[in-house]
Nanobody, 127 residues
């Protein structure tokens, strides 16, 4: 499995921006599709965005389309989530996740499809 460490969370006002980063180690990064999930208090973990191993294809949940951008740098073994126009409902713990490419489609939104997870980073958006 690949080891994942997130960073970049924090407190921001509505309308603001944050950039989350996830550093991967332990396995060949290009063997993995990468995803971001989030979990708000009292709610189930939900899919946010994913990116194909080569970075050429991305997929987003409807609620973040046009506001969030997922990207990866395979030379640095990192994946990032640029979050703009943040809303209070974006408040959650955000998790980076990895799944071996080809096991399921890169747009797979089920958390169970992902085999490695980071520890999470808190994002709080105040109104």
């Amino acid at each position: 499995q690949v080891q994942l460490v997130e960073s970049g969370g924090g407190l921001v006002q509505a309308g603001g921006s944050l950039r989350l980063s996830c550093a991967a180690s332990g396995r060949t990064f290009t063997s993995y599709d990468m995803g971001w999930f989030r979990q708000a208090p009292g709610k189930e973990r939900e899919f946010v965005a994913s990116i194909y191993w080569n970075g050429f294809s991305t997929y987003y949940t409807n609620s973040v389309k046009g506001r969030f951008t997922i990207s990866r740098d395979n030379a640095k073994n990192t994946v990032e989530l640029q979050m703009n126009s943040l809303k209070p409902e974006d408040t959650a713990v955000y998790y980076c996740a990895a799944k071996r490419t080809g096991r399921t489609a890169y747009w797979d939104t089920y958390a169970s499809a992902y085999e490695s997870w980071g520890q999470g980073t808190q994002v709080t958006v105040s109104s």
